[in-house]
């Protein structure tokens, strides 16, 4: 066994995340209790998609915490600082240890104005989907989060928002019979 300098414990910030994760996860978990369960025999009821986002949430709150640990356990193997510093950032697989400067502050700034913009492409979206329909929408949406999220390939731009928005009508409107949006 090591010392306490020897193991390091997980960023408290990813643990808070996979926190507030998990507990959206079971607040949906709980809501959806007095939805019924199914309205037809055989079929999904409305507590079916409630519950199955509120699994999602909990399992991806649980693997975030799974990484946050592993994270520190390898980090603290190798001899670095353990996490909670203020200059250490993480984002998905990348993490920087080093001290923030005028380019990391412009990182950050530049960083927050993107998700600024992803949240207004969002609320445009929801104000044009009734008007547009889902099927011109939806790839409109797609496109625009993965050009703000850095893909340039023409082809990636193209297909895949196209074949979500073909999913979405698969799945939603000719499988489950859900009414989407059909537009003008």
Not at 119 to 148: D, K, R
Request: glycine letters at 10%.
């Amino acid at each position: 066994m090591g010392s306490r300098s020897e193991r390091a414990s997980p960023p408290l910030r990813l643990l808070a995340e996979a926190g507030l994760l998990a507990a959206a996860g079971a607040a949906v978990l709980l809501d959806s209790r007095g939805y019924p369960p199914s309205l037809a025999e055989g079929a999904p009821g409305p507590a079916f998609f409630p519950r199955l986002l509120a699994a999602l949430l909990i399992a991806c709150a649980a693997w975030l915490a799974i990484r946050a640990w592993r994270g520190a356990r390898e980090k603290g193997s190798r001899g670095e600082s353990a996490g909670g510093s203020d200059t250490e950032r993480s984002r998905g697989n990348v993490s920087s240890d080093s001290a923030p400067d005028a380019r990391a502050t412009a990182g950050t700034r530049t960083r927050r104005l993107g998700v600024w913009i992803a949240v207004t492409w969002i609320a445009a979206f929801l104000l044009a989907w009734p008007l547009l329909g889902t099927v011109l929408s939806v790839p409109l949406l797609v496109v625009g989060l993965m050009w703000l999220t850095g893909e340039r390939s023409w082809r990636t731009l193209v297909s895949v928002p196209i074949a979500f928005a073909g999913f979405i009508y698969l799945v939603f409107m000719v499988l489950l019979g859900v009414p989407l949006p059909a537009g003008f």
